[in-house]
């Protein structure tokens, strides 16, 4: 079978695979629609998590399964299905203390285009189907629907990390499709004010769309300074980091009020340490905290997400800027995703 591969740091091509094979609780799944997403880039041009040979590449995908395993009850051949980025090892330890994601190690629910094959092949393998593969509800929309195992779980975790009171201020820095899903998710759980920190036209048009209520440009000033100023030096309950480079930390923490929660979602994918600053996390003592995480996987994750979706809470499918169709168009894609044109949120590829 083909795949879009890493082939080494900093190069991608096309390479010929054996098809996976399956265990007893497995599946095996070919894919229906894919996305590319920015971790990719970070992983590949970055060399974010180190170097990686024939691997192929991806995690954002819907699919219909082709083959499961002899213990799998609630899939069978044909059924459309959402696959979670994230596809946890459910009876780690980690799994059975709340965190999923780090099942067998840090990240290690992370397994398509980490350490293992993922979804950008004609076929790839699902672990744990029952618990980790969620049906596709009847007529949604793909481009909608693929924004569910990744961009959703991971920008809704942003949200619910940063402990939004009822109709507190939230700043989200950062408005790529991870950033408008967290303003989505913010609105969602609550948030009154919402500022959203980001340039891109079309992204912010969704911005406001989802809940977004002032738009900063980090541009045109520090961002720290902008939000002071609009809360009266007040300050906001909730970050949500969801992009930029190592020192948005300080802009975060600055932006912080004492009591709120710093919901990191972004992925640093170069240097060694991330900066904090010493005045504005009240040289320690600011009751200022930090939450990060790794996107929730696994099937009930998917289900509650696409529930959302189906009751119209909002609406995935305004971020599938560029839809390609045909499997061959996962290249040009991912290219898309690393060039970032300023009209682009999200290239969605329907095979
Ligand atoms: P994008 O590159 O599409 O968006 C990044 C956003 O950050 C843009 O809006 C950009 O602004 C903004 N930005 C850049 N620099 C700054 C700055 N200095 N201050 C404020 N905002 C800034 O990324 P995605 O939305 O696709 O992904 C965001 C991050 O989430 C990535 O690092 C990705 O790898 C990570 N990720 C993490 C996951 C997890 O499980 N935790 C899962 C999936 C992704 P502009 O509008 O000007 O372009
Ligand atoms: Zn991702």
């Not at 090892?89 to 285009?113: I, N, V, Y």
């Not at 293992?116 to 189907?129: C, M, Q, T, W």
């Not at 200022?288 to 979706?309: S, Y």
Request: hydrophobic fraction near 40%; charge should be negative; charged fraction near 25%.
């Amino acid at each position: 079978m083909k795949g879009l591969a890493m082939l080494r740091i900093g190069e991608i091509g096309w390479i010929e695979k054996d098809k996976p094979e399956i265990g007893s609780r497995d599946a095996l799944v070919k894919p229906l629609a894919l996305a590319p997403c920015t971790s990719d880039i970070h992983t590949v041009w970055e060399g974010a998590i180190g170097d990686r040979h024939n691997l192929i590449l991806g995690h954002e995908a819907l699919g219909v399964v082709d083959e499961v395993g002899s213990e799998v009850k609630d899939f069978k051949p044909g059924d459309r299905v959402i696959v979670p980025a994230i596809t946890p090892d459910w009876d780690d330890e980690a799994a059975q203390r709340g965190f999923s994601s780090q099942t067998t190690g840090p990240l290690g629910g992370w397994k398509f285009s980490n350490f293992k094959d993922g979804v950008f092949g004609e076929y790839f393998h699902v672990n744990l189907a029952d618990a980790n593969l969620a049906h596709l509800p009847e007529g949604m929309s793909l481009e909608a629907a693929v924004m569910i195992p990744d961009m959703l779980s991971t920008g809704f975790m942003g949200a619910e990390n940063s402990n939004i009171p009822m109709g507190g201020t939230v700043a989200v820095l950062g408005i790529g499709p991870v950033g408008l899903s967290a303003i989505a998710g913010a609105k969602l759980q609550g948030a009154g004010k919402i500022f959203a920190v980001g340039t891109r036209p079309k992204a912010i048009e969704v911005a406001k769309e989802y809940g977004a209520t002032d738009i900063i440009s980090y541009k045109e000033g520090p961002t720290d300074e902008q939000i002071l100023e609009a809360t009266s030096g007040k300050g906001v309950d909730s970050v949500i980091i969801a992009g930029g480079g190592p020192d948005i930390i300080l802009d975060a923490v600055r932006t912080a009020k004492a009591g709120s929660i710093v919901s990191n979602i972004n992925y640093f994918g170069s240097g060694e340490t991330l900066p904090i600053c010493r005045e504005g996390w009240g040289f320690g003592m600011a009751d200022k905290d930090f939450a990060t995480g790794l996107c929730p996987g696994g099937r009930v994750r998917m289900e509650r997400l696409a529930d959302i979706v189906s009751y119209g809470r909002m609406d995935p499918g305004l971020m599938a800027t560029h839809v390609f169709h045909g499997f061959d168009k996962i290249e040009e894609a991912l290219l898309l995703m690393k060039e970032k044109p300023r009209d682009l949120i999200k290239p969605v590829v329907i095979i």
